[in-house]
């Protein structure tokens, strides 16, 4: 039983270098996310896909891509990496809207050097 | 705009003594609350959220909309308590299926 799976677990990339973060989940999820965590920052959103097809902004968009490639997969790109973006990512997949429980994958440690 | 204000980063307490996280929050309408857990080396867990109105490994949280408020509460803390607590909330404003979350407590429960 899977539930959320990302890759990879650890990456580092010097700057300017681009990668896309995979994500798949086998809940039959409808909505997806993608979080950062920061230290004294907590989580914020990047992009979210609330259905297959569609994807909309978080909070923190810039820099970042995203693909809803079908129900189950959502990755998030990184065209041009900056040390900014050093963080740890964490996708996460909920049943519907309205105040579902969101399950999370167990992170991407992403280093920008 | 919608706001989840944790204002204790760290809190260090001992074993058996009681644990109160706090939390505030600054939304328009009525929110739902949640409670996330992140134990050492595993993945964020959903704890506890306020429509439920369980009690889960002891915690409760209850909503006080006056406060505007979803403080978590355990009356005897344990060592395996200790992890990084966040608190969360979506609404009608957020788009429902958005969670906010705030900055994080880590609860340390010492022997």
């Known amino acids: 039983n899977a539930g959320v799976t990302q890759t990879p677990k650890f990456q580092v990339l010097k700057t300017g270098q681009s990668m896309t973060l995979q994500c798949a989940q086998d809940?039959?999820?409808?909505?997806m996310y993608w979080y950062r965590q920061d230290p004294g920052m907590g989580l914020r959103l990047i992009y979210y896909?609330?259905?297959?097809?569609?994807?909309d902004k978080g909070e923190v968009p810039n820099g970042y891509n995203v693909s809803r490639l079908n129900k189950r997969e959502f990755s998030l790109r990184l065209e041009s990496a900056a040390p900014s973006q050093t963080s740890v990512y964490f996708c996460?997949?909920?049943?519907?809207?309205?105040?579902?429980?969101?399950?999370f994958g167990q992170g991407t440690r992403l280093t920008v050097v | 705009a919608q706001r989840v204000t944790q204002p204790e980063k760290l809190l260090s307490v001992f074993k058996g003594a009681p644990v109160e996280l706090k939390c505030n929050y600054s939304?328009?309408?009525?929110?739902?609350l949640f409670w996330y857990v992140q134990y050492s080396r595993q993945r964020l867990q959903l704890l506890l959220r306020h429509i439920s109105r369980e009690s889960i490994k002891g915690f409760t949280a209850d909503l006080n909309k006056g406060e505007t408020s979803f403080h978590l509460k355990k009356p005897f803390a344990q060592e395996e308590d200790s992890a990084m607590y966040y608190c969360?909330?979506?609404?009608?404003?957020?788009?429902?299926?958005?969670?906010?979350f705030g900055t994080g407590t880590r609860l340390l429960v010492s022997p």
């Open positions: 939304y328009s309408g009525s929110p739902e």
């Open positions: 969360a909330l979506s609404g009608r404003n957020t788009g429902f299926q958005k969670l906010v």
């Open positions: 896909s609330a259905s297959e097809g569609t994807t």
């Open positions: 809940m039959n999820h409808n909505s």
């Open positions: 996460a997949s909920s049943l519907t809207t309205g105040g579902t429980e969101a399950f």
